[in-house]
Nanobody, 114 residues
């Protein structure tokens, strides 16, 4: 189990960019970003493994980039060409191989104004 601390959310105009960061208290296999918009279910945005395996939701592919610094136990989400529908609370999550996402950050608000 790890503790996760997110940073980097905020208000940005449509078409703009933001970078989110999430620092873990220890090493872990897979780190991910989820988001939850008002009235909607939480959805997986992107994930990355310690050996560089990456997955993206179709809605963000080509606009968002997930990366990871294993030495710092930190994952990043570079968000570009932001749209109003990207507005949500973004959560960092982590899990080990063959487990569920049991470790979650506190969430950071991203608001995209049109």
């Amino acid at each position: 189990q790890v503790q996760l601390v997110e940073s980097g959310g905020g208000l940005v105009q449509a078409g703009g960019s933001l970078r989110l960061s999430c620092a873990a208290s220890g090493s872990i296999f897979r780190m991910a970003w989820f988001r939850q918009a008002p009235g909607k279910q939480r959805e997986l945005v992107a994930s990355i493994t310690s050996d560089g395996g990456i997955m993206y939701a179709g809605s963000v592919k080509g606009r968002f980039t997930i990366s990871r610094d294993n030495a710092k136990n930190t994952v990043y989400l570079q968000m570009s060409s932001l749209k109003s529908e990207d507005t949500a609370v973004y959560y960092c999550a982590a899990r080990n191989l063959n487990s569920e996402y049991n470790d979650w950050g506190q969430g950071t608000q991203v608001t995209v104004s049109s």
